[in-house]
């Protein structure tokens, strides 16, 4: 399943997903954000995997993402990574 998302008109952001049968998902995302006073633009590319799974009877998600930036102020990151768990609580 391949899902893309369409933002807002005034937001900056796009992304791109692809979940596949083992409940693995790969995402691509863009996060562009403007400093008016520094008169800067800030585009990382961030690429995410995230895994689905259970601990006993407990759904968790699993996320591992690098980002590198396409543009952004001088002296500022050249990348990053963000991993995250998610506790899912379905009613």
């Known amino acids: 399943m391949v899902r893309i998302v369409f ?3 005034r937001q ?11 409940k693995t998902t790969l995402g691509l995302i863009s996060e562009a954000t403007y400093d008016w006073e520094a008169e800067q ?3 990382p590319l961030n690429l995410t995997v995230s895994q689905l799974l ?6 968790l998600k699993l996320t591992l993402g690098g980002r590198i930036y396409l543009e952004g102020p001088e002296g500022g990151p050249d990348w990053g990574m963000r991993f995250t768990m998610t ?3 379905p009613k």
């Open 41 to 43: 633009w800030k585009v």
């Open 54 to 59: 259970n601990v006993g009877k407990v759904p």
């Open 87 to 89: 506790f899912l609580f």
């Open 12 to 22: 900056r952001q796009r992304s791109v997903a692809c979940t596949f049968r083992k």
């Open 7 to 9: 933002p807002l008109p």
